[in-house]
T-cell receptor, first 110, second 115 residues
Framework: GNSVTQMEGPVTLSEEAFLTINCTYT??????LFWYVQYPGEGLQLLLK?????DKGSNKGFEATYRKETTSFHLEKGSVQVSDSAVYFC?????????FGGGTRLMVKP | DTAVSQTPKYLVTQMGNDKSIKCEQN?????MYWYKQDSKKFLKIMFS???????INETVPNRFSPKSPDKAHLNLHINSLELGDSAVYFC??????????????FGPGTRLLVL
């Protein structure tokens, strides 16, 4: 079956530090890949997505590249802010099913 | 205007009770979902409806019964609540279509606590 594996958190960074959250997946066929973000006390919001190999999704300074050869979709940001503190979920979509990773909590300190 | 809304936002109840959570979307989508997020933040799909028809039914106890009166609404009824049902329940919607990149839009969640 399909699965998504993310690095376990929490990830604690200082403001303006570089962020990488690793995500790898297992899937049959050619899934679409997503990053969702959940701010404290809120629902999930789509952060970015990529629908085919070598696509790069980007939004709000975050980016991730769909790497078919390594089955990865790592999330990066060059300079994090305190307001980026949240839980980040990597997900894949195959057909109508969205499969999530376990989530990675990011804490950014001023 | 809220795209996907859920009521109630918080629900505290006793074991053995029956409760319902409502979800509505105003995006014109034809597919709706229920997810359960446990205390460790792990998200798992429970059900999916397309045009009022059940299309995904994961291994969920039959105490959980989704109902879709129309394609803009998907309600979740839970009978005989148990302690392990305590979680955050998220509703989501999307277009089904043929686009593999179709995005699911999530509601704010319903925090259920069973005492």
């Amino acid at each position: 079956g399909n699965s998504v594996t993310q690095m376990e958190g929490p990830v604690t960074l200082s403001e303006e530090a570089f962020l990488t959250i690793n995500c790898t997946y297992t899937a049959t066929g050619y899934p679409s890949l997503f990053w969702y973000v959940q701010y404290p006390g809120e629902g999930l919001q789509l952060l970015l997505k990529a629908t085919k190999a070598d696509d790069k999704g980007s939004n709000k300074g975050f980016e991730a590249t769909y790497r078919k050869e390594t089955t990865s979709f790592h999330l990066e940001k060059g300079s994090v802010q305190v307001s980026d503190s949240a839980v980040y979920f990597c997900a894949l979509r195959a057909g109508n099913m969205l499969t999530f990773g376990g989530g990675t909590r990011l804490m950014v300190k001023p | 205007d809220t795209a996907v809304s859920q009521t109630p936002k918080y629900l505290v109840t006793q074991m053995g009770n029956d409760k319902s959570i409502k979800c509505e979307q105003n995006l014109g989508h034809d597919t709706m979902y229920w997810y359960k997020q446990d205390s460790k933040k792990f998200l798992k799909i429970m059900f999916s409806y397309n045009n009022k028809e059940l299309i995904i039914n994961e291994t969920v106890p039959n105490r959980f019964s989704p109902k879709s009166p129309d394609k803009a609404h998907l309600n979740l009824h839970i009978n005989s609540l148990e302690l392990g049902d305590s979680a955050v329940y998220f509703c989501a919607s999307s277009t089904r279509g043929s686009g593999v990149g179709e995005t699911q839009y999530f509601g704010p969640g319903t925090r259920l606590l069973v005492l």
